[in-house]
């Protein structure tokens, strides 16, 4: 269906559709227009027949000048559908109508109406021009059957083209039925999608339209959907959020069904900077930059958008589709990019960059930040030095097609040198950067120069391709110069003067193996050479400048004396030294050959040698190695030096060659370095000289091997030791004096002197072993030393051995203590006042062990009588001691810890006098039982009782045992008192209850609170044991039951035998009253809180009631009363049990004469068969 209606659409718009101008008789300067307005039953465009017309319709003539619009006349249809406008002046017009009826526009076609489509009967042409003089004719077609178009608006979530029934219409959708003509688009109607995103448009005509869609924000046009209907998206996808359908032909009363699929769209925004201080960090302060060009690119989306920044630097893009996007940059001229930090852009060498970011739906992406700076550029100028300088001077030709490169920033850039040796970069990035220029072949760098236009590279070799940093300045313009030069070269001969004359003679051969230096001005070789068998060397690819050539010989060659007769072949020689000889300075011009430098040698005499260290103990064995740098020089019988070149000097392996001795009689002098002496032969000095020999031409002498010794130093310091560190430090006191000696067996050899600040220096001592011995002033003991050999000793000097290896250095610190001593104390601490005083007792015969913390020193004494001892000398510092106790006893003073049967602890020792006094304890204990006042054992287990210092500091803890003991030992002498928790219910015992068994805690106690007690202060004795430290406890018990009459005297209680109301009852125990109560209004009584034991129960009877008869067999209904008594009746042993009750006491009397009541009993109630004691009767 789409393609049949896409062909029939291309045909229609293949259609030129143009208006019939017919010729008439006009007004002169103005035109006609007249017509007919048409029924068009058919559709086909044309009348159905020429005079079926349709009247009253308004017609309007509209002028339309540049957007505006004026009605220039109006009229109504005639009969047969005829109107005309005389009298139309030029310009653009349309004709509008409104149809009558139920009427719309028929379909354009050529020839026939000239109606755009409508939508209902509101309508008009197209755009036409008049001009003066013609006469058009424009009919209007119209007809009955339109069509219709609905559209979905709906949120394409998925972005798939589609519509599922989970996403979202979209609502305020502009929707838009377009007709083309004439290359302008035609609005023909337009509606809003309501809510279900939907649009109804109807009454259309025929036609081909285009639908346009404005979706609402944040919408843009979606994926284009595989269909044509409602459930697909029928809009071309676009950058915008509006679109056009491809074109879609209505038919006459047809319809068409279209979806608009919106995706939501995201933001992106950011910010050009302008980085002022070139850091790479946008810093307070630093604005934007306007006018950057920004294009933003999605190809998968179709996106391509240019914008620029505004004033502040920031830019927008709106309604992006998700996706990733690449943002290109293009600076202004005379920016570029800031660098790296901050900035998402840092090329170095351009002002154009780009970045990428990713958008998501409904969000603004932070695109990241963009630096800018103020553009650096670089000029860098190469010329040809003709002077040859190093500067560059107006007239020297420019230098083409050398290669620059800068590297900078991590990036780099080529460019050559054009015809004006400029190669010039735009955009540099500032910092540090390594310049690199490469010459064509056969090119080389000149020298360096001073000043603006000097040479920038520049090496004392010749080179074609160099490298060197340069610092650009940020905004700056820099401009370097690179000279560049052409290469020269110096060659000549080495030949063997065999006459010494300094000239070449004819048969003297040349010398092959020669190295040859040129040396510039600043002593440096620049380039290097060998002569070949013809003796002919060639020093190559130098710089225009000033040079020496230095000729390096061989032993036993030296150089004859330099000869300036013009000779061809001649010495130039004329520096010589023992290594090498130099020609005067010589001067190259660009592309140079300097020719005939020669040099001639003859062959001298020779000395060898070796120097060696050694020594007796070893043998002079020769294996400890040479002795390098031993100055050697050839005397003359005056005994003074040869020459400048006659000496030598010997190498890493002792040995030595001296060159350049004519025939003659010499000697040889001997120089060592610092620090080393003669050994073989023995010498004090360091200088030797040997016996005379005689010389012969060429002749080669070995001299006899020498040796030496490196020396060595003994230093260090003399000082005492107050914080007792191993070290000097800042408090300790320096020595001074003759404290030092230095022995070789028993031969004192050296007595060194301790200065005021405690250093001393035994120096140059040949390897060996030596006694080194210490002597200090009275009152001082020698001690530890970190490093020292001196061993600590009680006494005031030290020896130790050392052995001094060669050239080695030794310190050797010795550190002294003052001498003091120890007064030792043990004793009895009575009072533990950690103090001995007239309450102690002393310790007698205690073995004490005193050993020095810092290094192997132990001292035993035993205590007196009275319990002293004394150390008279020993060092300040730390110690231990260590005392053997009996098992109960321990030390109380200072704070020492059992260790295998001994108490030990640290100590310090500081005075002169100092004392170490020991306090001992012998420990004592208690020990007692909770015992129950009720008898037995119940509740006397698992009771806690707590042992407390006077002070309230807790001393112990404890549970009673099963027969309720408890005991404490390891207890010091001092003040205590017993805490203890009793269990629940439970009460502590009185005072009369203790009247037979010890109780430390009573209930009548000021500290006693329930089951909480507290005793009174206990003091304990030195070593005392305190026993029977019980404590009495009982749960509270009750008694109680029934007093009756018993009427029958059976001693019984019977049924119908009434209780005796009002009796007093009262509880004795221990003689005294304990609690008293009377029998209710039915004879009953009960005691509630008792102490548990034996009581006496005392009923006070009436005179009209005597006890009754005490039965055995039945007790529990029986009387515990002795029978026949008035009065006071008095029951002995009534047991009142520990934390239960007694409810067996019954009480019964009967009446002393029958038929006589005591007056309580005169109105007894009812009898209350209510148990005392509830109950829970049994049930089958």
């Not at 718009?13 to 006609?32: D, F, K, M, N, R």
Request: charged letters at 15%; aromatic letters at 10%; a negative charge.
């Amino acid at each position: 269906m789409l393609k049949a209606n896409y062909r029939f659409c291309m045909v229609l718009l293949a259609l030129a559709l143009l208006i019939s101008i017919l010729p008439c008789a006009v007004a002169e300067g103005t035109a006609q227009i007249s017509g007919q307005v048409f029924i068009d039953k058919d559709q086909d465009g044309f009348a159905d027949s020429p005079g079926q017309g349709l009247s009253g319709v308004d017609i309007s003539l509209v002028k339309y000048n540049n957007g505006a619009e004026t009605t220039v006349a109006t009229t109504i249809s005639g009969d047969g559908g005829a109107y005309s406008f005389p009298g139309v002046e030029s310009g653009t017009y349309y004709v509008k109508a409104l149809l009558t009826g139920n009427y719309i526009a028929t379909p354009m076609v050529e020839g026939g109406s000239f109606l755009l489509p409508s939508s209902g009967s509101a309508t008009r042409t197209p755009l036409f021009n008049i001009e003066g003089g013609n006469a058009i004719n424009i009919n209007l077609g119209a007809t009955l059957r339109g069509g219709s178009v609905k559209l979905i608006a709906f949120g394409d979530e998925n972005a798939n083209g589609g519509r599922f029934s989970s996403e979202p219409f979209i609502r305020d959708a502009l929707v838009e039925v377009t007709y083309e003509y004439g290359g302008m688009e035609y609005v023909i109607a337009s509606a809003m999608t309501n809510k279900e995103g939907t649009v109804n448009l109807r009454n259309l005509s025929p036609a081909l339209y285009r639908i346009a869609v404005t979706l609402p924000d944040p919408y843009i046009i979606g994926p284009l959907g595989e269909k044509i209907n409602t459930f697909y998206n029928c809009i071309v996808p676009s950058d915008s959020n509006r679109g056009l359908s491809e074109p879609l032909y209505l038919q006459s009363g047809g319809s068409l069904g279209l979806g608009a699929g919106g995706v939501l769209t995201g933001k992106a925004a950011g910010l050009v900077w302008l980085d002022a201080n070139h850091n790479g960090i946008k810093d307070g302060g630093e604005g934007g930059i306007q006018g950057v060009k920004l294009v933003l690119s999605n190809p998968a989306s179709g996106v391509q958008r240019e914008i620029e920044t505004s004033l502040d630097g920031s830019y927008m893009f709106e309604r992006l589709q998700e996706g990733q996007y690449s943002l290109s940059i293009q600076l202004p001229e005379g920016y570029m990019f800031a660098p790296k930090g901050e900035s998402a852009i840092s090329s170095a060498f351009s002002n154009q960059g780009s970045l990428s970011f990713s958008v998501a739906l409904g969000q603004t992406t932070n695109v990241p930040l963009v630096g800018v700076v103020s553009a650096s550029s670089l000029s860098i100028k190469a010329f040809h030095d003709e002077m040859p300088d190093g500067i560059y001077s107006e007239g020297e030709r420019p230098f083409s097609g050398a290669d620059i490169r800068i590297d900078c920033a991590g990036e780099s850039k080529n460019i050559a040198t054009d015809e004006n040796g400029i190669a010039f970069f735009p955009i540099v990035p500032t910092g540090e950067a390594t310049i690199t220029c490469t010459l064509p072949q056969g090119q080389v760098f000149s020298v360096s120069g001073e000043g603006e236009n000097a040479n920038f590279l520049f090496s004392d070799v010749a080179s074609s391709n160099l490298s060197r940093t340069f610092n650009i300045e940020p905004e700056t313009d820099s401009n370097l110069f690179i000279a560049v030069t052409l290469p020269s070269l110096i060659s000549g001969t080495v030949f063997n003067d065999a006459n010494i004359s300094g000239i070449y003679d004819e048969g003297e051969g040349f010398i092959e193996g020669v190295e040859i230096h040129a040396v510039n001005m600043a002593g440096n070789i620049v380039s290097s050479t060998t002569s070949d068998e013809n003796g002919n060397y060639t020093l190559s690819n130098l710089l225009p400048s000033e040079y020496k050539v230095r000729f390096v010989l061989k032993s036993p060659y030296i150089f004859s004396d330099a000869s300036n007769t013009g000779a061809a072949m001649e010495n130039k020689v004329v520096l010589q030294t023992p290594e090498y000889g130099e020609t005067e300075a010589i001067t190259l011009s660009p592309a140079e050959n300097y020719l005939e430098v020669d040099a001639a040698v003859f062959k001298s005499a020779l000395v060898n040698g070796s120097v060696l260290f050694g020594y007796p103990d070893e043998g002079f064995s020769g294996n400890l190695g040479g002795v390098e740098g031993v100055s050697v020089s050839l005397l003359d019988e005056d005994f003074m030096p040869v020459s400048e070149y006659t000496i030598a000097s010997t190498d890493a392996s002792g040995n030595f060659s001296l060159k350049g001795a004519l025939p003659g009689k010499y000697y040889l002098s001997y120089k060592l370095p610092e620090g080393m002496v003669f050994s073989n032969p023995r010498l004090e000095s360091r200088d030797m000289v040997t016996d005379s020999f005689t010389l012969q031409s060429s002749d080669v002498r070995q001299e006899n091997t020498v040796y030496a010794v490196k020396t060595s130093d003994i230093t260090g310091k003399v000082f005492v030791d107050n914080d007792v560190d191993g070290k000097f430090s800042e408090g300790d006191i320096p020595l001074s004096g003759d404290l030092i000696s230095l022995t070789i067996g028993e031969q004192p050899i050296f007595i060194a002197t301790v200065d005021e600040e405690g250093n001393y220096i035994i120096p140059a001592l040949r390897p060996g072993k030596y006694g080194v011995k210490l002597t200090l002033p009275e009152g001082y003991l020698v001690a530890l030393c970190d490093g020292s050999p001196f061993v600590p000793a009680v006494s005031n000097s030290a020896m130790s051995e050392i052995t001094v290896n060669m050239g080695e250095n030794i310190n050797i610190d010795a550190a002294a203590s003052p001498s003091v001593s120890l007064n030792i104390s043990s004793f009895y601490d009575n009072n533990l006042s950690a103090a001995m005083d007239e309450n102690d007792v002393p310790y007698q015969m205690a073995n004490v062990i005193i050993s020095n913390n810092a290094f192997e020193a132990v001292y035993d004494v035993t205590t007196d009588e009275n319990g002293l001892a004394i150390i008279p000398a020993l060092h300040i510092g730390d110690y231990s001691f260590s005392i053997t106790l009996p098992n109960d006893h321990a030390v109380f003073s200072p704070k020492a810890t059992p260790i295998s049967g001994a108490w030990e602890d640290t100590f310090s020792v500081t005075d002169v006098n100092s004392a170490l006094n020991i306090a001992t304890v012998q420990f004592g204990g208690l020990s007692g039982a909770v015992w129950n006042i009720g008898g037995g054992n119940e509740s006397i287990a698992n009771v806690t009782i707590e042992l407390y210092y006077a002070n309230g500091t807790l001393a112990a803890k404890a549970l009673t045992g099963a027969e309720g003991t408890y005991s404490f030992t390891n207890m010091y002498p001092g003040d205590y008192y017993i805490k203890s928790q009793l269990h629940s219910g439970y009460r502590y015992a009185r005072a009369v209850d203790a009247a037979n068994r010890t109780s430390i805690i009573l209930s009548e106690g000021a500290n006693t609170k329930a089951e909480s007690g507290q005793s009174d202060v206990i003091r304990l004795s030195m070593g005392e044991f305190k026993t029977n430290q019980d404590i009495g406890m009982g749960a509270m018990g009750q008694l109680g039951d029934f007093a009756w009459l018993d009427l029958d005297g059976d001693g019984m209680q019977d049924e119908g035998e009434p209780g005796i109301p009002d009796l007093a009852i009262r509880m004795y125990q221990y003689g005294e009253l304990a609690a008293e109560t009377k029998t209710d209004a039915y004879g009953r009584y009960m005691f509630d809180s008792l102490y548990p034991g034996e009581y006496t129960l005392v009923a006070i009877a009436p005179t009209e009631l005597v006890s009754t008869r005490r039965q055995t067999e039945f007790i529990l209904v029986g009387s515990i009363l002795p029978e026949n008594q008035t009065g006071e009746v008095k029951a002995e042993g009534v047991m009142v049990p520990s934390k239960a009750r007694n409810l067996n006491a019954d009480l019964g009397f009967k009446l002393v004469n029958p038929g006589v009541y005591p007056a309580n009993m005169l109105n007894l109630p009812t009898k209350d068969w209510t148990p005392l004691v509830p109950y829970e009767p049994l049930r089958r």
